[in-house]
């Protein structure tokens, strides 16, 4: 059984950065937008909110789920780092699917704890709505679904899971059917939670200027002629393409980007000079991997992660002030959130059907919209829900602005068939 | 060093040609890898030998499949689940189960896990594994 240490020394975050999710194709002002540009813009205002030069930082990290296909790219961390000012600098690409972000700042924070660097840039990018035309210089064109499916597919084990066809097709309805199972809720009670979880993560993203959509259901109701949204959310109108699952409870693929500037917590002083913000520590990472002919995959890697990090931190979901979930499958939300102990057992279909996990709500999980609605740039999307959390741990979100200032949070990392990270950061108070 | 550089997904389907489904049991603790790999995922021991697996089996939960669950070719399955299946032998895995219609679902929640059964099956170009749902079921 994994034990994690104690990190060398203590990394804090000092900066983030990130592009609103968008289509870029799809908008005259974003089509055209190119990789460094995306990056470069995220890498830049991390730096810039950490009070740092480019100069000033060591080494950095690039996240791209698939640059293969979507940027015709092999190494894309080596043709960006000009971008940023980061010219001859080291750095190294890796990708974990939609866990990218996530796993993006587990290999910052162990390059800073190791006393290797410093300071650190770790960046995601993704074009998940479009690819590279040949080697056109900016040039994209709309990824459709079937083009889409060809590489997903690609995520699954070639040898086995492929061929016994179960695994790649669970992924959309097995937590689902485990939580019903386990709880012993109705076929009914797990529809409405699931729509629940979309219609809070839309209520999140309307208030969110970087989410790429922020009509909320109960508008849509109204304009499709609705008076209760519920009524809205079980109908054609948003359909069953699952067992258990619906058409909204489907992430939004987009292309956008997000970094992180994180540094010794003990030169924090040094970096930050006069900006006033509270660094926030990284207490620990807890990870796990499954591949997909695995049982119920995500519960137990997930299970696994979080046994982790609460084994090094001593903390337990009680001490958490607001969650994150990687829901690009919407139950995500739900399940990780209650083995995360954030929601208790057994009750969180609830709290999700009351509106307690909305950012207003008193157990506030994915405050920027979450994938369903702040939208899916599969790597950047961690670092994204990252940039929320600090957003939101320093009091910066206006509208959004959870009621209390959260001083823990968790972050759960899924994807790429499938990892699984879990890891908590908490503000460093002065003195 | 025990481990042996050899091909053991290729064995694995070649065997499946001769109408055998093969696992791998580890000789220090038992445990059956299905499908084969080369190291015990239970206590780690490289020690593998192949063993033919008996085909029974218990399905633990079913999912049904839908619009994003299913492909074309699936349509040759006829009628089927998805759901996690643990072999006589103890290994658990993700595995399609034929004989299972919604309503057929609806009778089986309440006694799982139910039994079901190993075989052989046909896809474009080499033969696979999947369950059926035993006839007592």
């Known amino acids: 059984m994994v034990k994690l240490g104690k990190y060398a020394r203590s990394v804090s975050i000092i900066g983030v950065g990130c592009t609103p999710f968008m289509y870029t194709v799809d908008n005259p002002e974003t089509d055209g937008l190119t990789e460094g540009e995306l990056f470069g813009y995220a890498a830049l205002q991390a730096m810039e909110d950490a009070g740092v030069n480019p100069q000033d930082v060591d080494y950095y990290f690039h996240g791209e789920a698939s640059p293969l296909n979507g940027s015709n790219y092999l190494t894309p961390n080596v043709q960006i780092a000009n971008w940023f000012g980061m010219k001859g600098k080291g750095s190294i690409h890796h990708s974990e699917a939609c866990c990218t972000g996530y796993l993006a700042i587990e290999q910052a924070v162990n390059a800073v704890a190791s006393g290797k660097y410093n300071c650190v840039l770790s960046g995601c990018v993704e074009f998940g709505d479009s690819l590279a035309i040949g080697n056109h210089p900016y040039k994209r064109e709309k990824m459709t679904m079937d083009k889409f499916l060809v590489t997903t597919a690609w995520l699954y084990d070639r040898n086995y899971t492929r061929s016994l066809m179960a695994g790649q097709e669970l992924i959309y309805d097995d937590a689902a059917e485990w939580y019903k199972r386990t709880r012993g809720i109705t076929d009914q009670e797990m529809d409405d939670t699931l729509n629940w979880m979309c219609i809070n993560n839309r209520r999140n993203a309307s208030v969110n200027p970087l989410a790429i959509e922020r009509r909320t259901y109960e508008q849509l109701a109204k304009e499709a002629g609705f008076e209760n949204v519920m009524d809205y959310m079980r109908s054609p109108h948003n359909p069953k393409m699952g067992d258990f699952l619906r058409l909204g409870g489907v992430e939004l693929k987009c292309d956008g980007a997000a970094a992180v500037v994180v540094c010794a917590t003990e030169l924090v002083d040094k970096y930050m000079g006069n900006k006033s913000h509270k660094p926030i520590e990284v207490l620990g990472v807890g990870s796990a991997a499954c591949e997909a002919t695995t049982p119920h995959f995500e519960v137990r890697a997930t299970e696994e992660a979080v046994r982790q990090v609460y084994e090094l931190t001593g903390l337990s979901g009680e001490d958490l002030d607001l969650f994150f979930a990687n829901d690009f499958i919407i139950t995500s939300h739900l399940v990780s959130a209650e083995i995360a102990g954030y929601l208790p057992y057994g009750e969180g279909w609830k709290y999700i059907c009351e509106g307690r996990t909305a950012y207003d709500g008193d157990r506030p999980i994915n405050t920027n919209g979450g994938r369903t609605s702040f939208g899916h740039a599969h790597a950047a999307s961690g670092l994204a829900d990252l940039y929320e959390a600090v957003k939101q741990m320093r009091g910066e979100c206006g509208e959004r602005q959870v009621k209390k200032l959260p001083k823990t949070t968790m972050l759960r990392g899924y994807g790429g068939a499938q990892n699984v990270a879990a890891y908590i950061i908490r503000t460093i108070e002065e003195g | ?137």
């Open chain 2, 1 to 137: 060093m025990s481990v042996k550089l050899e091909k053991v997904v290729q064995k694995f389907y070649d065997s499946l040609e001769e109408g055998k489904i093969m696992g791998r049991k580890c000789t220090k603790c038992g445990a059956m890898e299905f499908p084969p790999v080369y190291a015990c995922n239970s206590c780690g021991c490289t020690d593998l030998e192949w063993t033919e697996i008996s085909g029974k089996a218990k399905m633990h939960s079913i999912v049904m499949p839908a619009a994003l669950s299913s492909k074309p070719e699936y349509k040759a399955l006829g009628q089927y689940a998805y759901g996690e299946v643990e072999l006589e032998e103890g290994s658990r895995l993700n595995a399609v189960v034929r004989g299972i219609s919604r309503k057929k679902r609806k009778e089986l929640l309440d006694k799982l896990p139910v039994s079901c059964h190993a075989a052989i099956y046909q896809r474009d170009g080499y033969k696979t594994v999947v369950f059926d749902l035993d006839e007592d079921q």
